[in-house]
């Protein structure tokens, strides 16, 4: 079966869900389940409410770059981000991930929140872990990974304006290394060129 995901930690993971849609989540494991939390206005958000099965991916730091794909593109329309990376059986799936979950959601719920960006909506999932392939072993735990973090800020800095998207803009730079190509992507980004 492989080592499942530590109870409890919150790793960065891209879940697969929809028609190929992948998205870059956090994620949590207690007994067998494991939690998600997603925000409205992406796809991600609506394939989690309406399916029955998605999968979670755990992709170690070696395979970081996998991360970039699922979170920079398909932003609120239908590109595929990873279709060139998803193995088809026993259910979508990233080929090269570490360990993944196949996950059935039994509960959900829609908190509204306010934040430095505004007033959105997120929906919290608590999905039953239904089969387990691979390792967690060597998966990214959030915020162990500077260059992980500095893509997540990035996608706040996209849908930020003002002195809040400046905010990200200086937290990116400040948590992002060129020698990094997770880190390098992102500076290109933020910086235009």
Avoid at 39 to 56: C, D, Y
Avoid at 105 to 119: A, H, L, Q, S
């Amino acid at each position: 079966m492989g080592e499942v995901p530590e109870e409890g930690t919150a790793y960065e993971t891209i879940v697969i869900s929809g028609d190929d849609n992948a998205a870059a989540l956090s994620a949590v494991r207690n007994g067998g389940y494991i939690h998600l939390r997603s925000f409205s206005g992406s796809n991600t958000f609506e394939n989690l409410r309406r399916m029955e099965r998605f999968s979670v991916n755990y992709i170690s730091a070696e395979k970081k770059e996998l991360f970039l794909d699922a979170a920079l593109r398909g932003w609120g329309n239908e590109e595929k981000e990873m279709e060139h990376a998803i193995e088809r059986e026993p259910f979508p799936h990233i080929r090269d991930a570490d360990g993944w979950a196949i996950c059935i959601p039994e509960k959900m719920r829609i908190e509204n929140i306010e934040d430095d960006i505004g007033k959105t909506e997120v929906l919290h999932v608590e999905a039953k872990i239904l089969m387990w392939e691979g390792s967690a072993r060597n998966a990214i735990k959030v915020g162990e990974d500077r260059n992980i973090m500095a893509l997540v800020a990035y996608t706040r800095y996209l849908i930020s304006e003002g002195d809040v998207k400046e905010r990200f803009k200086e937290r990116i730079l400040e948590l992002a290394d060129e020698n990094d190509p997770v880190g390098q992507k992102v500076l290109e980004l933020v910086k235009g060129f």
